[in-house]
């Protein structure tokens, strides 16, 4: 028994030396990992730790700063940019995370107002925590089994909520512009499926007719997909920013006069600056008579289909063929999360975007390979960004999500309220959304009379309040031209954390920093 006992404290021994003996191969050790596991957990805690505090509890008091901003030259002396040879101390590592959070905008800020996105949901955000850790790529089951079915089950609901009785398809992708490419894609290779082998030679000049306030991307995808930005027609809008059926017709028929094939239509419910919604009912009906594919751009106005009170902005849109809903505007989802739904229940997205990648998408796997829908996608590697809003909806359910919906626009109502009561603020049009655009004129502009003069001096006015509040940090509110109209503030009313004291603030605060120009 001894010697057995001998024998095996032997074994034992030569099995750990040679563990502990390191193998080489190209002068590096194979027998073990090189990171240590406790330094990587330290070091996840105390980020952690920086990311609660600084960039979720700091980033939504209204007490603390929108921004510290500061200019390109300024930011590149306070921040150690160069790259090294060698890695530095956790220390150092730690306080660049602290400073990346201190210099960056907080867009979960109450008083933040200057893009299509705001606010922080806590369910979604935790979603997104996971989806990093996971890291994995959403292109076939194996890899990414949970993920798959969790955008099969949000695709499927809310292709139920746009009204699509016998179902349809879709996929998540990285942003509005993206699905709107997808749209303008998918109607091409409906009109002429050869030109996905064949190229441009296989069709005749193409046309897509969007309107004046229709998004950017139209004719970026149009410029990326060959079709070129000359053929994309521009469709007049009315007063309210929608766009005219007549006039689309009459575009219609110009585009065939020359020769020329229109082949799809982009319609926009809830466009970026006005925030108004085109009349979906009465181009779904031209598009029918002209067979043409009607796209709806809802980046923006999607999250109203959420809202009993409100869905009737988007009447209609049952009859469309696909439909751009961004989840990381109005719903608060962090970015990105973007669906692209398609009526179609032929496997278009399949068939015009497949390639077939045998590493990938082997057809004798030992499970049902229709949830492999990587190929379905024009990337490969894509994130499950669909997770982050499933959670959310988990936490919240579909009525607290139509009460996000209903608050912000009851928001937005307010502001356009105490606006109208205070001889220094003007409406400009009356807001359908929660778009609210307006222009603060200062006392040395309000005896001016209306003309030429006037609207040269005014359009000065919200470039240099912008300024003066970003340097200060107190909000963030954007600004643009429109059209023949000068500078005015476009407003947008998200977050449920913006408190009615917020929207006040706003007013006061713009006419304390632009009252002596």
């Known amino acids: 028994q001894t010697g057995q006992s001998s024998t095996q404290t032997l074994s034992v021994d030569l099995k750990h030396q040679a563990k502990c003996s390191p193998t080489f191969m190209d002068n590096f050790a194979v027998n073990s990992p090189t990171g240590e596991m406790n330094a990587t957990e330290s070091f996840i805690h105390h980020a952690m730790e920086i990311i609660l505090e600084d960039a979720v509890k700091k980033a939504t008091d209204v007490r603390e700063k929108v921004c510290e901003w500061r200019s390109p030259e300024q930011l590149k002396e306070l921040l150690d940019l160069e790259l090294r040879d060698k890695g530095e101390s956790e220390s150092r590592v730690l306080q660049y995370c602290r400073d990346a959070i201190k210099y960056s ?224 505007k109005m719903l608060m989802v962090p970015l990105q999360c973007s669906a692209f739904l398609v009526r179609d229940k032929t496997s278009l997205l399949q068939h015009c975007h497949s390639a077939r990648a045998t590493y990938l998408f082997q057809q004798d796997k030992f499970y049902d390979v229709s949830y492999d829908t990587g190929d379905k996608s024009v990337q490969c590697g894509r994130k499950p960004d669909a997770f982050k809003f499933w959670l959310m909806w988990k936490a919240l359910g579909t009525t607290q999500l139509e009460q996000i919906v209903d608050r912000a626009i009851a928001m937005a109502r307010y502001l356009a309220q105490e606006i109208k009561k205070r001889e220094e603020f003007q409406l400009v049009i009356e807001p359908e959304y929660s778009n609210v655009c307006f222009w603060y004129i200062p006392p040395s502009l309000r005896s001016v009379p209306h003309g030429p003069e006037r609207w040269k001096k005014l359009h000065t006015v919200a470039p240099v309040v912008k300024e003066r509040m970003m340097k200060k940090g107190s909000m963030m509110i954007g600004y643009q031209a429109h059209g023949d109209k000068p500078n005015f503030f476009r407003m947008v009313v998200i977050s449920p954390q913006v408190s009615r004291e917020d929207l006040n603030f706003v007013l006061d605060e713009i006419h304390n920093l632009g009252q002596d120009l």
């Open 105 to 328: 905008v907080k867009t979960t800020h109450p008083r933040f107002f200057n893009q299509l996105y705001a606010g922080m949901d806590p369910y979604s955000m935790v979603g997104s925590f996971i989806t990093e850790a996971i890291t994995t790529s959403l292109y076939t089951y194996e890899v990414a089994p949970v993920f798959t079915l969790m955008e099969d089950t949000l695709l499927r609901k809310m292709i139920e909520m746009i009204g699509w009785d016998e179902g349809g398809d879709g996929i998540f992708n990285p942003g509005g512009s993206m699905s709107n490419m997808y749209a303008v894609n998918l109607a091409r290779y409906r009109y002429c499926p050869d030109i996905k082998e064949v190229g441009l030679f296989a069709a005749k000049r193409l046309v897509i007719l969007t309107s004046q306030e229709g998004h950017y991307s139209i004719s970026k995808g149009a410029a990326l997909l060959g079709i070129g930005t000359k053929n994309v027609y521009i469709v007049s809008s009315d007063k309210r920013g929608k766009m005219i059926p007549s006039a689309l017709e009459e575009k219609i028929k110009l585009a065939k006069s020359e020769g020329a094939v229109p082949f799809m239509v982009n319609a926009t419910a809830g466009t970026t600056v006005l925030g108004a919604f085109d009349p979906i009912e009465e181009i779904a009906d031209i598009c029918e008579k002209y067979n043409l594919w009607l796209h709806v751009d809802a980046c923006w106005g999607g999250a109203a289909l959420m809202s009993k009170k409100h869905k009737h902005l988007l009447k209609g849109i049952h009859r469309v063929n696909s439909v751009a809903w961004n989840l990381h």
